[in-house]
């Protein structure tokens, strides 16, 4: 039971590299989230998206992208890398209803260098 | 604007002692209130949860005191072991639930053998 997948693991990147951080869940999920987690700083609502085909702004969206490429899929793209995004990148989804539990990836730690 | 304050940020407990977690809320929109427990290189995981219509939840060792009243509430771990170190977040939801949780920033629990 893989439950939700994040390619890759580790990642480093120079400043004004791209690259996109993939997701994956298997649980027939509606809902799907991007957080970001800092030292110090909790988890914070990068995008989510409500239903397939649905996007929206969470708490820090400067600097990303994401596309909900069907159910299973949420991706999270960084067009200019900056230093200031180097953080643990955290896929999360669940259902579509207050209550409903939020299962995590293992992470995507990436370095701006 | 930190919509659920978390402290301490770090604590440590003896094994066998008692843990304690508080967080408080301003937004009374919030109507779930979870606790994720994350273990080092691991994503968040849901530990346990409560709504507001209820005042205290307990599952094992692990126990939710929630204070509407007050919008505050605290995470209780008795008989605190070796196994229970780990950053513990608490979390809130608004209705609906498709726009993703509001964490606090985390706390950082040491239990000493």
């Known amino acids: 039971n893989a439950g939700v997948t994040q390619t890759p693991k580790f990642q480093v990147l120079k400043t004004g590299q791209s690259m996109t951080l993939q997701c994956a869940q298997d649980m027939n999920h509606n809902s799907m989230y991007w957080y970001r987690q800092d030292p110090g700083m909790g988890l914070r609502l990068i995008y989510y998206?409500?239903?397939?085909?649905?996007?929206d702004k969470g708490e820090v969206p400067n600097g990303y992208n994401v596309s909900r490429l069907n159910k299973r899929e949420f991706s999270l793209r960084l067009e200019s890398a900056a230093p200031s995004q180097t953080s643990v990148y955290f896929c999360a989804s669940s259902e579509v209803m207050s209550g409903s539990e939020a299962f995590f990836g293992q992470g995507t730690r990436l370095t701006v260098v | 604007q930190q919509q659920v304050k978390q402290s301490p940020q770090s604590l440590i407990v003896q094994k066998g002692g008692i843990s304690i977690i508080n967080c408080a809320y301003e937004?009374?929109?919030?109507?779930?209130f979870p606790w994720y427990q994350q273990f080092p290189g691991k994503g968040p995981a849901l530990l346990i949860a409560i709504r507001p219509d209820v005042s205290e939840k307990k599952e094992g060792r692990f126990t939710i005191s929630f204070n509407k009243s007050a919008k505050q509430f605290s995470l209780h771990i008795m008989d605190s072991q070796p196994g229970d170190s780990a950053t513990y977040f608490c979390a809130a939801d608004s209705g609906g639930g498709a726009d993703g949780l509001t964490f606090g920033k985390g706390t950082h629990l040491i239990i000493q053998p």
């Open positions: 937004n009374t929109a919030f109507d779930y």
């Open positions: 998206s409500a239903s397939e085909g649905t996007t």
